[in-house]
């Protein structure tokens, strides 16, 4: 295992009525639900043959016997506070634990496999940073070699200026730029998936 590299993977706790609440306002919060937990077993399967080191950062309570035993995943819970002050919180950690590559991703993205994670890894050893931009604005993954908090302040989160203000916050480094890809948060979003589709007919 490369002990210099460490997985980030943000994840909120399966519970009905909190996950997916953009797309719960089409579909109801049980299909929601339903969507999301397909969605964790998703990024659980792309992750678990990695050769880094991984964390999974749950968003209210570690439980015990989830998807996440298998495939040796450190479990934490992230920090109080909003999304740029939770991710600044995990990467200080690894940085702190001695990782020198740390990246973060989260867990609502389908078209994404091994192979591009570990092209992410081998990115961010030639740039200072890498990111991957999505289609709504923001970007599903992130990645540094030290640790630069203001990429996490000043952010209106959740919406479409996300990505091109996390950017401007870099050109101090050289970035390297993955593939835009979609991460799944309205229905629209779902329309391109079909065996996530079936879910909602």
Same mark, same amino acid.
Request: proline content about 3%.
């Given at each position: 295992?490369?002990?210099?590299?460490?997985?980030?993977?943000?994840?909120?706790?399966?519970?009905?009525?909190?996950?997916?609440?953009?797309?719960?306002?089409?579909?109801?919060?049980?299909?929601?639900?339903?969507?999301?937990?397909?969605?964790?077993?998703?990024?659980?399967?792309?992750?678990?043959?990695?050769?880094?080191?991984?964390?999974?950062?749950?968003?209210?309570?570690?439980?015990?016997?989830?998807?996440?035993?298998?495939?040796?995943?450190?479990?934490?819970?992230?920090?109080?506070? @909003?999304?740029?002050?939770?991710?600044?919180?995990?990467?200080?950690?690894?940085?702190?634990?001695?990782?020198?590559?740390?990246?973060?991703?989260?867990?609502?993205?389908? @078209?994404?496999?091994?192979?591009?994670?570990?092209?992410?890894?081998?990115?961010?050893?030639?740039? @200072?940073?890498?990111?991957?931009?999505?289609?709504?604005?923001?970007?599903?993954?992130?990645?540094?070699?030290?640790?630069?908090?203001?990429?996490?302040?000043?952010?209106?989160?959740?919406?479409?200026?996300?990505?091109?203000?996390?950017?401007?916050?870099?050109?101090?480094?050289?970035?390297?730029?993955?593939?835009?890809?979609?991460?799944?948060?309205?229905?629209?979003?779902?329309?391109?998936?079909?065996?996530?589709?079936?879910?909602?007919?």
């Amino acid at each position: 295992m490369n002990s210099k590299e460490l997985l980030i993977i943000f994840t909120k706790n399966p519970v009905l009525g909190t996950v997916k609440t953009r797309l719960a306002k089409d579909i109801g919060d049980e299909k929601a639900l339903q969507v999301y937990k397909e969605l964790l077993q998703h990024t659980c399967k792309v992750t678990a043959p990695l050769n880094f080191h991984k964390r999974v950062y749950y968003n209210q309570e570690i439980p015990e016997n989830d998807i996440w035993d298998e495939g040796n995943f450190e479990k934490k819970l992230q920090i109080s506070g @909003d999304l740029g002050e939770k991710m600044n919180a995990a990467f200080a950690e690894g940085f702190r634990d001695g990782y020198e590559n740390v990246i973060i991703m989260g867990s609502d993205l389908l @078209d994404i496999s091994t192979i591009d994670i570990e092209a992410a890894f081998n990115q961010l050893k030639h740039h @200072d940073y890498i990111i991957g931009p999505a289609l709504d604005g923001g970007y599903y993954m992130l990645g540094m070699k030290t640790l630069t908090s203001k990429l996490f302040k000043n952010k209106n989160w959740s919406t479409s200026s996300v990505y091109k203000d996390t950017i401007s916050d870099m050109q101090n480094g050289q970035i390297g730029v993955l593939p835009e890809k979609n991460d799944i948060d309205t229905l629209k979003d779902l329309q391109h998936h079909p065996h996530l589709n079936k879910i909602i007919e």
